[in-house]
Structure formats: structure tokens, C-alpha cells
């Protein structure tokens, strides 16, 4: 009776034991095939604008007696293809940053209405643009424990994206609040909105929830995923809601006092 006890504790034991190896190898190579993902989404993400500039200007050094318009035409597209690569190796770089360990964070207690209004400050003039109405609306005056440029970057990245999937005369609200815990930013939009299928994508990197659509206007697929790190490296969270057609509110919640 013993014996049998003893062995059936000891089969328990060396089971557990190879249960969480083939969790940890399972672990690993997911984390493997992520990265790999990764590597190759990156060289196809930084490859096609080059491929392009090189069909426009192969196609331009084919012809003789090339006309001055038709020179000007191809070299507009060249530009626009070059500014594009540009855009896509400062996102690149920016979550290669964020990537690194919390011992990259740069804390120090900021004014949260004043990092707001800065930020709002430099997106007026792309919201005036597009028509698009942006304003600021605080419930209280916060001051927390934040690393401002990277909480900066995250938050510029919502709003720029809800003036970019916006309408035509459309609005951005941008709301501050919190607790004794927390302090709470809102982005709400009158925009496009996004599929329900899809939300559950959009903080991946590289995705987009129509490909054509925002090559348009210009995104490269990584903003949403650099706001996540850099809200989540503030051991904060980030939700979206959102309606096609109707709009989408997206809520960052950060603690008060940061924990390392
Ligand atoms: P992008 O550079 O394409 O804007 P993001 O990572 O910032 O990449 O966003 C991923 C995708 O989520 C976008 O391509 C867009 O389809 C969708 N999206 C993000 N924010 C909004 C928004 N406020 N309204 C509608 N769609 C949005």
C-alpha cells in the first residue's frame, strides 16, 4: 500500500516536470516563429517601396527623349515611394526602442494635461487639414510617474490614426481622467470604425485592416503596436471599441505611480 503510494506521487511529480519542459519548448517556438514572422514581414514591408522606385526609374531610363512632364511625374512617385520607406524604418526603430527592458524607461513626474496639450498642439494643424474637429476635454489636473516620450508617442498615435480613419469634417475627442489608482486617456472618433473580425488584429504588427486603404494614407501597420508596448511597459492596458461606420474609442489606462 506504501509502495504504491510512493509511486504514484513520484509519477505525478515526473509528469509535472514534463509537462511544463513541453510547455517551455512549446513557448519557445512560438516565440521562434513570431520572430521569424517578424524578420520576414520586415524585409517585405522594406523591400516593396524600394521594388517600386526601382520599376520607376528603370522605366524611365528605358525610353529616349523622355518628356520634362512625364520626367517630373515619375520623380513625384520616386519621392512619395522614398517617403514611405522613410516612414516605415522610424516606426521600425521606434519599436526596436520599446523592445528593450524596463531599464530603458526614463520616468519622472509630468504634468499629464500639459504632455497632452502638447501633444494636440502638434497634431492641430494635420486635423485643421482634414477639417477634422479635435478637442481636449480634462476632468481633473493629473501628474504621474511617466516616461513622457514614450507615453507621448503612444498617445500621438492614437490621435493621429482617428484623424486618419476619420470622415470628412469629422471629430477627435481626446478626454483625461483617473482615480486614486489611475489616470484614464479616451480617444473617440467619428471615423470608418473598425470590423469586429478585426480588432483583435490591429495591435499585431504590420496589420492593417484594409491593405489598399491605408497605403492611401500613408500607415505603415506598426503604430498600434508601438502604442501597446509603450502603454504596457507603464504596466498599463489598452482597449478598443469600436462600430464600422460609426467610430472607435480607444481607452489607456496608466498607474498613477509607476511600477518598475
Ligand atoms: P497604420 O500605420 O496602418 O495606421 P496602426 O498599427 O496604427 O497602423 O493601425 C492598424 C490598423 O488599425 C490601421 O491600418 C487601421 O486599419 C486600423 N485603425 C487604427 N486606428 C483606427 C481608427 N481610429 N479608426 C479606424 N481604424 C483604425
Redo the contacts with the bound molecule.
Sequence with gaps: YMDEEISISGFYETDLISNSLNQMLLRMKNLEKSRQEFVSNVSHELKTPLTSVKVLADSLLMQENVAPELYREFLVDIAEEIERESKIINDLLSLVKLDKTASDMNISSTNINDLLESVLKRLRPIAKKRNIELVFESFRPVVAEVDEVKLSLAIS?LIE??I??NVEDGWVRVSLNADHKYFYVKVA?S????PEDAQDF?FDRF????KAR?RGTG???????ITKNAIHMHKGAIKVY?KENEG?TFTVRVPLNYIA
Design positions: 498615435n490614426n482617428a486618419k480613419y472618433d471615423g470608418i470604425g473598425i490591429i496589420y492593417r485592416v484594409d491605408s500607415g505603415t501597420g506598426l503604430g498600434l503596436s469600436s472607435t
